[in-house]
């Protein structure tokens, strides 16, 4: 099979289209045909090498968290799929025409759900869920501020927050307000409006999915007791704010939610907003505008 293969650390160039052997199944396990994957800031911090404390590479190493794709086959044990059925899941090496996929981690794809898009799901509606019901377990009548509100992640944790009957606080930046009443959030504030952030008052909790200045900041808004949740780490002044519970959340595998999700977005409650879609074999070059920024996901087409 082909497979964008990384032999070293460095830029977009070092991803490699080249054939590598097929995989097979083992116990508990799918083989599936790759329909789509596609490209997360994790794909990029693994190939630069800036994420190899937390994920390190064994070269050569095929990088992907996204699936979609149709089962080839089964691994002994693995009961509730059959060859031709349409599945997605958060699993590894999907950059790849034939990926193994643990049978516990994979959900059928709903109908109605282009099996192509359903690649753009796994890692950050699953992310952004498990942001609100992991991360800040927000409660019914609470205030929860999501950052970064206006990518795929955020979108998901104010959809999760409002199912959860929170009142939510879409975060973004100026330049993205016009375009955020879609969120169903019901406030929207501009992160680098310094003015705007002045005037914001204590929240029940933070999820966080930009780190770095806005997080510093928003950590002196969070309650006594309240919560400060994060994919990307606690911020820098954590230790000037002890009665804030920081919350660090890494996304794990959940086939039922990842199910669940998906059929809101196959209903159009939650939107994904998708930017391209290329080949498997240009994977270098879709990392390389996912890094200077993009509209929505890159899909990679198997």
Do not use: W
């Not at 799929?81 to 049978?103: I, Q």
């Not at 999700?261 to 879709?286: F, N, Q, S, T, W």
Request: aromatic letters at 4%; hydrophobic letters at 45%.
């Amino acid at each position: 099979m082909k497979a964008v293969v990384l032999h070293e650390y460095g830029g977009p160039e070092k991803l490699k289209y080249e054939d590598v052997p097929d995989p097979v199944p083992g116990a508990g396990q799918l083989l599936v045909r790759l329909a789509a994957s596609s490209v997360n800031p994790v794909d990029y911090k693994m190939r630069s090498g800036e994420a190899a404390a937390r994920f390190p590479v064994q070269f050569p190493g095929i990088l992907g968290r996204d699936i979609s794709g149709i089962v080839r086959s089964l691994g002994e044990g693995v009961t509730g799929f059959a060859p031709g059925d349409h599945v997605m899941a958060f699993s590894e090496k999907t950059y790849a025409e034939l990926v193994l996929v643990n049978a516990s981690d994979a959900a059928h794809v709903p109908e109605g759900l282009d099996l192509v898009k359903a690649g753009a799901l796994p890692l950050v509606t699953l992310t952004g869920e498990q942001l609100i019901t992991r991360g800040t377990k927000i409660q019914r009548g609470e205030t929860v501020l999501v950052t970064g509100a206006a990518g795929s992640v955020g979108r998901t944790a104010v959809f999760v927050a409002k199912k959860a009957g929170a009142t939510v606080i879409a975060g973004v930046r100026k330049s993205q307000l016009k375009q955020s009443a879609e969120l169903g959030a019901d406030e929207v504030i501009a992160l680098d409006d310094d003015d705007a952030l002045e005037k914001l008052g204590f929240v029940d909790a933070v999820a966080d999915t930009v780190n770095h200045d806005t997080a510093e900041k928003l950590l002196g808004k969070v309650k006594q007791g309240g919560v400060f949740a994060s994919v990307l780490g606690p911020p820098a002044n954590a230790k000037l704010h002890p009665t804030v519970r920081i919350e660090p959340v890494r996304c794990v595998p959940d086939a039922v939610t990842l199910r669940t999700l998906a059929e809101d977005v196959a209903a159009g409650r939650l939107k994904i907003p998708i930017d391209r879609m290329v080949p498997l074999e240009d994977a270098g070059k879709a990392q390389a505008a996912a890094e200077k920024g993009s509209i929505g996901k890159i899909i990679l087409l198997g």
